[in-house]
Every structure is written in structure tokens, then in C-alpha cells.
């Protein structure tokens, strides 16, 4: 599994950052609403705002991320009815409108929950994170490589003080990994093969590729793959289970994004109404709140459950929300009694309590680890997570 001294996930302080592709939307969509706004006439307003529709839609296309239509959708009130026919209370009005259409097509509606000690199979730790948190980031990654460690797929040492990955099966045609299970494992063992040859014009087949990799050659291009790799974990969703609908994504960010797009462009409209002076009383003080009302809104939406759901996402979902219920309930000896009885697997009950935000009884797997003379991986496990905790929020490097 993993072993001695792990570094994962250095730091490159050299390399440059990657503008993520949300910072480009939010910084088009304030230029559109500037742009229809100072638009001389009503033709002109109507065909930039269309214009918007239509390339949201080409890029949520081309890019199959549904996220930006969504984003479109949810600030086209605002260039409606602020910047193109300003009318007072038919912003909150459209927005409740969106939001509602939104819900009916996502909201799980009844769950029936029932509390579980069993570990939901039917989800990886990194599918069950996401399903709570609606948001890809550092515990989907470093819950993959885990389970496919546990799995024997590859492992993690340290040779020389630099860290390596170890290639412990052949995996090219195995028909139980998941597409972003296998992407992973490229990204570690084919890949920076492929680019040592293309930087030393040495060549060799992939079967001669060996089995070790030192990570500095993995972890260097980390900023242009991350996003692929929650791309492939979406996409499994979506179509390998499936769990989610084929139009989901991930509406946290989403969402969030939206609400802060709504509080810059609340401030931008008080300087407008205030210069312009086109309403006053009642009616001035409705135009300027209403952008800061849906941004609240927006903010407190991205902290509830909207993702839409199949069925079968469904019933997973359930199961997720029974398991991290009974986590959440259950007390040491409880839980020490049942890794006692092997009615669950101690590090694969790790994997999940990590992925799911469990940190009481993580804690205690973490003792119990120690306890029962296993305190190597306990201490690995615990500086892979501060590792990886550390590296992927520092500057956003790994965005």
C-alpha cells in the first residue's frame, strides 16, 4: 500500500497558475450586462443577449458541461430585466421561476433514509463524496488513488527521498475500472513515459515502461489534467452507472458562482440608479436590493441538495446519506466491535470516512490502526491527507 515517508502532491512554486474557466464566464457575463446595457437601442440589447443563449449553449455543448447554460440561465433575468426592460420586482419574480424549474428536475424529493453501518458499495468514495458535496476537489483525488491501492492496482513509496509510484498490475483492459479510475492510472504510469520520450527522443514500447515512476514527473503537469479528471468523473456518472443525469454538473461551484456574479452586478446597477434617476422611493429601493437578494439566494442554494438524480442515484444517494448518519451516531466501542468482527474493513472503512468528512471516526480508525500495531499507515495516511489538503488549496496551484 503506501509506504515509507510519502510526499504526494508537491508543491511547484515556479509553475504558472490556470485561469480557471469559471473566472473567464463570470468575467464575459459582467462584460455582456455592461455591454447591453450601454447598447443605444432595443434591437441592438435583444441581439447581445441572444447571442449570450446561443454561445452558452455551443460551449456547454462542446465542452459537455452543463454549468455554463445553467450560469447563462440563471443571470439572463438581470440582463432582461435590469438591463434591457428594468422593471421593478420581476428579477426576484424570474429568479424564483428558474430556481423552481431547476428543482422540480433535481431535487431527490422523499428519501427513505435508513441509517446503516454497511459501506454503500454501490458508490466509490470519490462518487460518494461528490454526491454530498456536489464539488470535485482534493478528497475525490486522493480517494481514488487510495482505493486503487487497496485494490493493487499501484503503490506509493519513497526510494532515495524521492517519491515513486509503483505499478502493481496490468490494468489496459480491465473491464472492472471505471473510466476516471483508468485516466488516473495513465496520468501516473503511461503518460510521463510518453513525455520522457518525446524530450529525450529515446523509444521504447509501453511494455517496457517501468513499473516505477518518480512523482515529480506525474505531479509537474498536475494544472492540465486536474480538470480532466473531474471532467472523466462526471462522465462516469453520467453515463458508466449511472447515477446522475445526463445534463448534471457540478452545481456547488455553480451556484456559487452565480451568487457572487449577482453581488458585483448589484453594485454596478446602484451606481447606474443612482445616476440615472429613473425611479425613486419604494421603487428605487426594490431595484437596488433585488440583485443582493438573489445572490443570497444563489449562496444559500449552493449549500442544499440540488443534483439531479436517476433512479439508481437515488437509491445510492440514500444509502450514502444512511452510512454517514450512522458515522455520525456512532460511538468508539460501537464501532471498534464491528472492525473487530470484520463486519467492516478497517482501511477501506478509512477511505470512505475521509471521503465523506467523518472526522470523529476517522480519528478513531486512525487509533485503532495504531492500536493494532498497523501505526505506519495510520502516520501514512494521516501526511498523505495534510499533503494533499495543503498542495491542492495553496494558490489554487492545482487548478
Known sequence: MFKSGIRLFKGNEGREKALPKTYLAFFLIVMLYLLT??????????????????VSWFVSISEDNYSFLFYYFSVLPILIFRATFPVPGLLIISEIAVALAFWISSSPRYL???????????????????????????QELISTLYSL?????????????????????EYEDDSTLLSYEKFLLDKIFFVPNIEI????????????????????????NLPNWVDNFRSRLLESLRYEKPIIKKYAFETKPAFLLTAFTYFVLGLIEKKNLEAKLIFEGLKKFVMEVEP??????????????????????REVYSKVLGFREFMRRVERPRLLWLVKEKKLEIFNLLNYLYALNLL??????????????????????????KEVQVNWYKGKDLR
Open 197 to 220: 520520450m518525446e524530450k529525450t527522443g529515446a523509444i521504447f514500447c509501453p511494455g517496457s515502461f517501468p513499473e516505477k515512476i518518480d512523482s515529480e514527473l506525474v505531479l509537474q
Open 112 to 138: 427513505s433514509l435508513v441509517v446503516d453501518y454497511r459501506i454503500p458499495e454501490e458508490a466509490t468514495p470519490a462518487e460518494a463524496s461528490f454526491l454530498l458535496s456536489k464539488d470535485i476537489g482534493p
Open 149 to 169: 491501492s487497496l485494490r493493487g492496482y499501484l503503490d506509493v513509496l519513497e526510494e532515495g527521498g524521492r517519491l515513486m509510484f509503483q505499478r502493481k498490475r
Open 360 to 385: 470523529n471516526p476517522l480519528n478513531w480508525v486512525l487509533e485503532m490502526l495504531k492500536e493494532r500495531e498497523a501505526s505506519e499507515e495510520a502516520l501514512l495516511f494521516t501526511k498523505l491527507l
Open 37 to 54: 446595457y450601454m447598447a443605444p437601442s432595443l434591437i441592438i440589447k435583444l441581439v447581445l443577449t441572444i447571442t449570450g443563449l446561443v
Open 292 to 313: 443582493f437578494i438573489v445572490g443570497l439566494f444563489f449562496l444559500w442554494l449552493s449549500f442544499s441538495h440540488s443534483l439531479p438524480l436517476t433512479p439508481l442515484g
